[in-house]
């Protein structure tokens, strides 16, 4: 069993280290590939900002950026003309409305003028009363409907009002943005003028540059030649360089296994720590059970001694006595027996713990040898 235990505790320890060394690498990726992240997002970074500190006072570059805005816009006289052909149909049915609604108004006219005449004539003629009062509900039945057409229209005529007061409103805001993007446009042109007297003034320039080149082309000869010679020189450098990097990459891995062999040393250093207080309790139980056990031997004594004594005075109990005195002879033997095998275990227990001293003395000059090694590192 203590075999079997000492394997399962060496292939826990096993895998916890792995684990720990899995957990490590994977912290240890994620940091690094942050760290490459942030160091090429620096160089992009520098690199738009030269190119933006470069082209800033460029004209062109002044074009581009006043002009980006206005890509992709609609163009707003078309939409102007648009909104003015939709206000002029809109004004042209309102148009018609309104005369819909005279010509309603008339014959509405019409028709009460004719039933005042009909009435009239019925008051005149006093006829057939019936056939009147049905040409008078059916006059009335078709001035309901109009009554009801012409509040449809007045309703439809509202609308379209409406529609005209926001077509009008939004021809106002596009004159606004037309007006805005005219002025961008004669901004962009102030530009372009500027630019070009400054395309003249950098011709003079350019003209005179050349002259000043003609001159430093012997000046440039001289500094090709002393440039090979520094080129040779930062050659020798580099290859300098790129000999302490890799003598600087070597240490920096002795230093990682050094880190993980200390590591694994005070893992190994807290489970015998730990071992040795399981054992310490575990020595201190059997040190209880064996006074308990002394105890018990002493109190047996003392009772085969009273029972010696009672043998001299009761010779008639003798046989009970003596079967008795077997049983606790018996009880006896085993106690010693158990007392025996007891001592053995305290005093294999009593190895192991001089034992596992002994291995954290060992641990201990390995962690003070690893730390020198560090600290010459």
Not at 45 to 64: E, M
Not at 292 to 304: A, C, D, G, M, P
Request: net charge negative.
């Amino acid at each position: 069993m203590a075999k079997l235990e000492e394997e399962r505790d060496s292939i826990v320890l096993k895998l916890i280290r792995k684990m720990q060394g899995e957990i490590y690498k994977k912290f240890k990726n994620k940091e690094f590939a942050k760290r490459r992240d942030q160091r090429e997002l620096i160089k992009v970074c520098q690199r738009q900002f030269r190119k933006y500190i470069a082209l800033r006072d460029w004209g062109w570059f002044i074009i581009i950026q006043k002009t980006r805005p206005l890509i992709g816009l609609s163009n707003p006289e078309e939409e102007l003309r648009l909104l003015e052909l939709k206000a002029k149909e809109t004004y042209d049915v309102y148009i018609e409305q309104l005369e819909t609604k005279k010509r309603l108004e008339e014959e509405n006219k019409i028709i009460e003028e004719e039933k005042t005449a009909l009435i009239k004539q019925i008051d005149s003629e006093q006829g057939n009363l019936s056939q009147y009062h049905e040409k008078q509900s059916k006059m009335s039945s078709e001035k309901a409907d109009l009554d009801i057409q012409l509040q449809e229209k007045q309703k439809k005529l509202a609308n379209l009002e409406q529609e005209r007061i926001k077509a009008a409103s939004n021809k106002k805001v596009l004159e606004q943005e037309t007006t805005v993007v005219k002025k961008d446009i004669q901004d962009v042109e102030i530009v372009i003028t500027k630019l070009e007297q400054e395309k003249s003034n950098k011709d003079h320039t350019i003209s005179t540059l050349n002259d000043e080149i003609a001159n430093q082309d012997e000046v440039i000869n001289r500094l090709n030649k002393e440039k090979k010679r520094i080129t040779e020189n930062n050659a020798k450098s580099e290859e300098d360089l790129q000999a302490a990097e890799d003598k600087m990459d070597h240490l920096t891995k002795v230093k990682s296994k050094l880190e993980e062999t200390l590591d694994e040393i005070e893992s190994a250093y807290e489970k015998e720590k730990h071992q040795k207080i399981d054992i310490d309790k575990q020595r201190r139980k059997l040190e209880g059970e064996l006074k308990i056990n002394q105890q018990t031997v002493i109190e047996l004594e003392r009772t085969k001694r009273e029972i010696e004594t009672s043998l001299n005075r009761k010779d008639n109990e003798h046989g009970e006595l003596m079967n008795k005195l077997d049983e606790d002879q018996v009880n006896v033997s085993k106690i010693q027996k158990q007392i025996k095998e007891l001592t053995c275990r305290v005093e294999e227990l009593e190895e192991e713990l001089e034992a596992e001293r002994q291995a954290r003395a060992k641990a201990e000059r390995q962690k003070g040898d690893l730390a020198r090694e560090l600290e010459e590192i």
